[in-house]
């Protein structure tokens, strides 16, 4: 597990991340990242699809050796930064060595990526222009359609 403190847990976050975050693209993971306060500690948080891990034993199991490589490298993590990783089927039966290079590789890679600037994804920007995104930073469920 990681410590409490460094651990993302607020709805708000983990939605800010879709339309306020810049993605950072690796073997085993995609990491989207978001610029917060830059005196604040990082927050960090794992997602794993049921699409791609059908078996819960899998989703643990992977998300369990990526939280252990990322724990190792807490101290390469630049303060005032929220991290999201998006864990892809490799993180399964890949090479913890070779994971943990690959995140500390993306960890490295955080300061020019956010020099860039933010490109919105498809549906970020097609619920931003329906006016669905209040303040740019969170999605809204579209309304179910009624039957007359």
Do not use: C, W
């Not at 500690?41 to 643990?60: D, G, H, Q, Y």
């Not at 993180?91 to 960890?107: P, R």
């Amino acid at each position: 597990m990681l410590p409490p403190e460094v651990r993302m847990k607020k709805t708000r976050d983990f939605a800010a991340m879709a339309t306020k975050g810049r993605s950072i693209f690796g073997f085993f993971s995609t990491l989207r990242i978001r610029s917060v306060s830059p005196t604040s500690n990082s927050l960090v948080a794992f997602i794993i699809s049921t699409k791609i891990f059908k078996k819960a034993v899998e989703r643990n199991r992977a998300k369990r050796r990526f939280r252990a490589s990322v724990r190792e490298l807490l101290p390469l993590i630049p303060k005032g930064f929220h991290l999201l990783f998006i864990l892809k089927p490799q993180t399964l039966d890949g090479d913890y060595e070779k994971m943990k290079a690959d995140t500390a590789h993306m960890l490295e890679k955080i300061p020019e990526t956010m020099k860039q600037p933010l490109k919105l994804s498809p549906r970020a920007q097609r619920e931003m222009r329906k006016g669905k995104v209040g303040g740019g930073s969170r999605f809204v469920k579209p309304a179910k359609k009624r039957n007359k």
